[in-house]
């Protein structure tokens, strides 16, 4: 039974260094046992409680999204930086809370973050995760390119995030072109019976 339990640790430790190995300073397994020492219930009980809760902290993930169910909704996109439209929250919302139209605050903690947005007629543009609070940029996402009349593009953002406490963001997006010349947006509506997504950003949660 001991050896089965044993054989069941390790297996559980392969996978948590298999979990965001790039963030491997965040997980910390536990090490309790000595060669020679004799494994009794009480101890591998108390390994595994420590294990399951590192998994759990891997396991919290919140979407926030521009969600619409407006049909003829398209986000417009002006010359310069773009304040980004979040309506919900799916996933674990116990450290991600809305506040505003385009605001949400983070609770404390150390994230991965990933999102992506669809663009049209911006030229070059590009996602940041703006932090309101301390007015500064903590995540500035990759360079999109979508020429006027050539179709949709995608822009991603992607990133770790480190926060002492809660604060305040934006999602922010920079379009080259603006809405009033090149009709430049954020995405067009869908034409099945489906809501579309104009923005999503998942934060996974590593540690507190």
């Not at 305040?168 to 997006?173: D, G, R, S």
Request: hydrophobic share 40%.
């Amino acid at each position: 039974m001991f050896i089965d339990k044993l054989i069941f640790t390790i297996l559980i430790l392969a996978i948590l260094l298999n979990i965001n190995i790039c963030y491997a300073n965040e997980l910390e397994v536990p090490n309790t046992y000595e060669s020679g020492q004799i494994l009794t219930s009480e101890s591998l009980n108390q390994n595994f409680s420590r294990i399951y809760e590192r998994v759990n902290n891997h396991s919290l993930v919140a979407i926030i999204e521009d969600f619409q169910t407006v049909a003829n909704y398209r986000p417009q996109l002006f010359a310069g930086w773009n304040s980004r439209r979040v309506t919900r929250v799916v996933g674990n919302s116990n450290f991600i809370v809305i506040n505003s139209e385009n605001r949400f605050t983070v609770a404390p903690g150390k994230y991965l973050v990933y999102g992506v947005s669809p663009i049209m007629n911006t030229n070059i543009s590009h996602l940041r995760l703006r932090n309101i609070t301390d007015q500064l940029t903590e995540i500035v996402g990759l360079i999109g390119n979508a020429p006027q009349g050539q179709g949709t593009a995608n822009v991603f953002l992607y990133g770790y995030l480190s926060l002492d406490g809660s604060k305040t963001f934006e999602i922010q997006h920079y379009s080259q072109s603006d809405w009033s010349n090149t009709s430049a947006n954020a995405g067009t509506p869908s034409k099945s019976e489906e809501p579309s997504i104009y923005l999503s950003v998942s934060f996974q949660k590593l540690s507190d």
